[in-house]
């Protein structure tokens, strides 16, 4: 990602769509933040991501298993594109990652990570590493581009 301080290797997180909510498209790759692993308030996720979810969602909390996407689906208007990769200077890179991961699903270019649940998803978003070649920690630049979309959602 290119941040005001550098371009950075960050780990996303995406979810294949069932295309039945928000007029999502099915079989299209969303954004997520991280996977709710119990019911209730946000608590399960770094202290920044916590309060944007509990500022992006209905009413702060959420059921286990819910994909924390609720940042990605932010501000609506007349510049709106294809809802669920936020309306922002993020849009098109998060298009261009989901429908690439959609290609490579559909031609069975992939490889299956079957110890992949949501603590590890979850672990993996909020790492306190630097990865090789990186100034900032994985959860530092995650939560700047978290950060880089909810100012853009909240004005």
Not at 36 to 58: A, D, H, M, Q, R
Not at 95 to 116: P, S, V
Not at 120 to 142: D, M, P
Request: glycine content about 8%; cysteine-free; aromatic content about 18%.
């Amino acid at each position: 990602m290119e941040f005001y301080y550098g371009i950075e290797r960050v780990t996303l997180a995406f979810y294949r769509s069932s295309g039945t909510n928000n007029n999502k498209i099915k079989g299209l790759w969303y954004p997520i933040a991280g996977i709710k692993i119990k019911e209730g308030e946000f608590t399960e996720f770094s202290e920044y991501i916590n309060y944007v979810l509990y500022n992006t969602t209905l009413d702060g909390r959420a059921v286990k298993g819910w994909l924390a996407k609720s940042i990605f689906f932010g501000k609506q208007d007349e510049d709106w594109q294809i809802p669920g990769f936020s309306n922002t200077e993020h849009y098109e890179p998060l298009y261009f990652i989901g429908k690439t991961l959609r290609n490579l699903y559909d031609t069975k270019n992939y490889n299956l990570m079957k110890d992949l649940n949501a603590m590890e998803v979850n672990r993996v978003l909020s790492l306190t590493e630097k990865y090789r070649g990186n100034n900032h920690t994985q959860r530092e630049n995650f939560e700047r581009f978290i950060e880089d979309i909810f100012l853009e959602y909240r004005y």
